[in-house]
T-cell receptor
Framework: DAGVTQSPTHLIKTRGQQVTLRCSPK?????VSWYQQALGQGPQFIFQ???????QRGNFPDRFSGHQFPNYSSELNVNALLLGDSALYLC????????????????FGAGSRLTVL | GQQVMQIPQYQHVQEGEDFTTYCNSS?????IQWYKQRPGGHPVFLIQ???SGEVKKQKRLTFQFGEAKKNSSLHITATQTTDVGTYFC???????????WGAGTKLIIKP
């Protein structure tokens, strides 16, 4: 049973460029959440996708956008990169459903480490 | 907005000593989850607590959810080198789909 896969694992960009990160959720999961984790910090919620719609958004600017496809996979796009966008970007998938029955528990991918120069 | 405070930020212990981390939410939570992140790794789910006053054990790990569903703790008995990492609590409120994360407690084993 494949877990969450993310690509690429590492990438280097320069300020002002754009980046697209990809995520395939765990088999059977229908919800994808994206997190930004700076070195030594906890994960910061970017947004969550369910049924191909952005359902919830954290405190991130519009430069951060995403998409969910019919097969539940997802992309995170960041435009006009800033040095401060350098971080580990984590994708987490979960199954929508009743709390306490295994739903809404996050399975994380290994992340995409973005360096902005 | 809803916040989850987690303390301490770091805890240094000798191998074999106990470790405890505490989380406190500004609002009542529908449930709380705990994750562990090893150095260089990604968060891995440990457990979910749903009921008021719930206590769950996983070998040397004991998780508690407060009666008011606003606080939680993780206690590790007789730490081992394999316990090294950062432990995060994360809670769901009742009004949105966003999991609110604590800042994490880093467990460091003294050499």
């Amino acid at each position: 049973d494949a877990g969450v896969t993310q690509s690429p694992t590492h990438l280097i960009k320069t300020r002002g460029q754009q980046v697209t990160l990809r995520c395939s959720p765990k088999s059977g999961h229908d919800t994808v959440s994206w997190y930004q984790q700076a070195l030594g910090q906890g994960p910061q919620f970017i947004f969550q996708y369910y049924e191909e719609e952005e359902r919830q958004r954290g405190n991130f600017p519009d430069r951060f956008s995403g998409h969910q496809f019919p097969n539940y996979s997802s992309e995170l796009n960041v435009n006009a990169l800033l040095l401060g966008d350098s971080a580990l970007y984590l994708c987490a998938s979960s199954l929508e459903g009743t709390v306490g029955k295994g739903a809404n528990v996050l399975t994380f991918g290994a992340g995409s480490r973005l360096t902005v120069l | 907005g809803q916040q989850v405070m987690q303390i301490p930020q770091y805890q240094h212990v000798q191998e074999g000593e106990d470790f405890t981390t505490y989380c406190n939410s500004s609002t009542t939570l529908s449930n709380i989850q705990w994750y562990k992140q090893r150095p260089g790794g990604h968060p891995v789910f440990l457990i979910q607590l749903v009921k008021s006053g719930e206590v769950k054990k996983q070998k040397r790990l004991t998780f508690q959810f407060g009666e008011a569903k606003k606080n939680s703790s993780l206690h590790i008995t007789a730490t081992q080198t394999t316990d090294v990492g950062t432990y995060f609590c994360a809670g769901y409120g009742y009004s949105n789909y966003q999991l609110i994360w604590g800042a994490g407690t880093k467990l460091i084993i003294k050499p």
